[in-house]
């Protein structure tokens, strides 16, 4: 199986700053790689797909990098919707397979 | 409006069965691949279970291989999963996700329900 790793966890951050959050495949994952964010009690939403396609009405301060192994999820600008958790999910083999989450919260 | 809705969550005893469904509506539910990922409170995301749009295919995390078993009924635009041999680690929200292409893999998941609660507990 895929081992999706990511980090850190958690991440302290203030209103405004840039964010990164890093994925990383324990094998070639081309860019099969996609993010969705989940705040509490709510299910989650796609935010990226393939690496670095924006979903319809994710606002444009996301964005994603990356392929084979190595990925990245950016916040240009922190906003207070943005508090949440963020996971990076393999579709490339079977079991598809999601890393362990990124809690990002108020500094 | 794109909508899924799951049903069938419980409490239940170890050692015994539950099935599990999603009614979709607002999209050609035969065009796309459909998933079970669920969620322990607190925990991240696992993924269960897909299935291709014919159910030709479809695939399973290690932890329910031999347990589950991943269904759907392209006429009623539902997605099922039975459940066997239920086991504590179970407990968790269970949600339906669509995929956004017809194979269960390589596409992502675009939309989601909100998850039925399935409690094993004796």
């Known amino acids: 199986d895929i081992q999706m790793t990511q980090s850190p966890s958690p991440l302290s951050a203030s209103v405004g700053d840039r964010v990164t959050i890093t994925c990383r495949a324990s094998q070639s994952i081309s860019h099969y790689l996609n993010w969705y964010q989940q705040k509490p009690g709510k299910a989650p939403k796609l935010l990226i797909y393939t690496a670095s396609n924006l979903h319809t009405g994710v606002p444009s301060r996301f964005s994603g990098s990356g392929s084979g192994t190595d990925f990245t999820l950016t916040i240009s600008s922190l906003q207070p919707e943005d508090f949440a958790t963020y996971y990076c999910?393999?579709?490339?083999?079977?079991?598809?397979?999601f890393g362990g989450g990124t809690k990002v919260e108020i500094k | 409006e794109v909508q899924l809705v799951e049903s069938g969550g419980a409490l239940v005893q170890p050692g015994t069965s539950l099935r599990l469904s999603c009614a979709a509506s607002?999209?050609?539910?035969?065009?796309?691949?459909m998933h079970w990922v669920r969620q322990v409170p607190g925990k991240g995301l696992e993924w269960v279970s897909g299935?291709?749009?014919?159910?030709?295919?479809?695939g399973y995390g290690d932890s329910v291989k031999g347990r589950f078993t991943i269904s759907r009924d392209n006429a009623k635009k539902s997605l099922f999963l039975q459940m066997n041999s239920l086991r504590p680690e179970d407990t968790a929200l269970y949600y339906c996700a669509k995929g956004f292409g017809e194979a269960f893999y390589y596409y992502y998941l675009d939309v989601w329900g909100k998850g039925t609660t399935v409690t094993v507990s004796s």
């Open positions: 607002g999209f050609t539910f035969d065009d796309y691949a």
């Open positions: 299935i291709n749009w014919n159910s030709n295919s479809v």
């Open positions: 999910q393999q579709t490339f083999d079977n079991p598809l397979t």
